[in-house]
């Protein structure tokens, strides 16, 4: 049975995921701040996390930044739960390391497809630790890139976004799949957000860059 971490100050709100949740086969934990969590995380990771932004003391963004730069919890989906909804806002979660973002309020119907939908694109996206293509070594656990044995620094989008090309090497990804599961969401401007990545993850491959190729209308493909 999956586990469903939900980080919510509002008892209310808290109440409605849970029951929804458990009503839906999933396992779930609750808490108000990002203390709590962290006191649980050191004894059981979950399947994925429910989080609000607007918590006391440390807000969603900040335990969104200290779980992905932590290896031991940098791999867990993470959804954000808010009642901020411009554009900026999405944008802010989802670079910090977010997998989905849901606006206050929302439907239940939603809430368990987006969690069942999160699940179902990380077991998708389950391999062996250890990524080979040419010049460039990605070890998955450790969440290291080597570059032609010389680290390779990147951001946690960017680290997704090249496993996702070397986990498919030789196939075609549209924008649209690449989109959906990296970032889990659709917005205007979705290709210029991918291309944008895909430049600047080329930049930082240096010699490994070259092996990202374009397909002309269609999205990218890593060649053997």
Known sequence: ???????EDDVNIREIQRYALKNSGF??????????????LEK????????????PEE????????????????????????????????VKGLDLGADDYMTKPFGIMELIS?????????ESLRESSLLTNGFIEVDTDKRSVMVNKKVCELTFKEFELLRMLLVNQGIVLSREKIMEQIWGFDYEGESRTVD???????QKLGDGGSAIKTVRNVGYVLGR
């Open 27 to 40: 396992d779930v934990q609750e808490f108000e701040c990002g203390k709590e969590l962290y006191q649980a």
């Open 1 to 7: 049975m999956p586990l469903i971490y939900i980080v």
């Open 114 to 122: 987006r969690v069942k939908a999160l699940l179902r694109r990380t």
């Open 59 to 90: 807000d969603g963004l900040e335990i969104l930044a200290a779980l992905r730069s932590n290896a031991a919890t940098a791999r867990i989906p993470i959804i954000m739960v808010t009642a901020k909804s411009t554009e900026l806002d999405k």
């Open 196 to 202: 944008m990545h895909i430049k600047t993850l080329r």
């Open 44 to 55: 059981k990771i979950p399947n994925l996390i429910l989080l609000d932004i607007m918590l």
